[in-house]
């Protein structure tokens, strides 16, 4: 089974310019817990909910005035839309982690593909995937 299969492809995103409430705000009103970070088109990095609580909330800091440049991860993990679903799965595993961006050969975000939509493809690798996530928090 492939990764297209299975994926989310709405995606919402976010540029480095924009701060970090705008984020929150983003991310609260869409019921979601992370935002790729474009610019011109092409994945540049990825925040979190986590991530906000961590650099934000927890420094007390003005999220009006911190750019998501400033906290968000650049060496994000990914996959392509055309991979095996079982290749997704090790790279989660490998980086310890919930959800890949799903970009195409030219590094434009084409979908996310979290564990929720890999236990739908496979039970068996997402319990895998969900073990390696959790043993990193």
Known sequence: MRVFELMSKQV???????NTRQASKKMR?????????LNDEKLVG????RDLVCFVVANGSDPSSIPISNIMKRDVATCYEDDDIADAAK???QHHIRRLAVVDHDNR???LFSID???RGSHKLAGI?????????
Do not use: K
């Open 12 to 18: 919402e995103s976010i540029t480095p310019q924009h």
């Open 29 to 37: 009103d869409m019921n979601i817990g992370s935002l790729p970070v």
């Open 46 to 49: 990825i925040v979190t909910d």
């Open 91 to 93: 790279v989660m595993q």
């Open 109 to 111: 975000i084409t979908g």
């Open 117 to 119: 939509d890999l236990a």
């Open 129 to 137: 995937v969900l073990e390696a996530a959790e043993a990193i928090h």
